[in-house]
């Protein structure tokens, strides 16, 4: 099952939920404003990132200017404890099933949560419609 956390009032946010919905995938809502993630699952989202706090950390939201922190500087425990706190430090939406994630919404990247049946199958179809827009050209 897909997990997808947001904000509200994040526009990128309402962008990965309209494509969610709009291609029939299902997934739970955990807004991150109202409830906010626990150590386990900040945990488990840090362990999924390639470049660690780099890949979830917002470093142009208003709260880590105004904080003036270096996150290099903290450790895991004080960083998952900032974010408890301070939820609008994390990079939304955060989306997640149990064998990929992605962070922000990009409409190409999100494709990855398509079943691969589903892939291929607009794969096809892209492939046919550009074989007949070749020969039409012709």
């Not at 386990?40 to 003036?68: P, W, Y």
Request: aromatic share 6%; glycine share 2%; charged share 30%.
């Amino acid at each position: 099952m897909i997990t997808l956390f947001l904000s509200p009032s994040c526009t990128s946010c309402r962008k990965a939920r309209a494509w969610l919905t709009k291609h029939h995938l299902e997934f739970k809502e955990h807004n991150i404003v109202t409830s906010p993630l626990t150590k386990e699952e900040l945990l488990s989202i840090l362990a999924l990132t390639e470049n660690g706090t780099e890949d979830i950390i917002s470093t142009r939201s208003k709260v880590f200017q105004r904080l003036e922190i270096d996150v290099d500087d903290l450790s895991v425990s004080n960083l998952i404890d900032l974010i408890s706190e301070n939820p609008s430090l994390l990079r939304r939406p955060i989306i997640l099933d149990n064998k990929r994630m992605q962070i922000g919404f990009n409409e190409d990247e999100i494709r990855a949560f398509l079943p691969r049946d589903y892939r291929m199958q607009e794969l096809q179809e892209a492939t046919i419609k550009a074989e007949i827009e070749g020969e039409n050209e012709r």
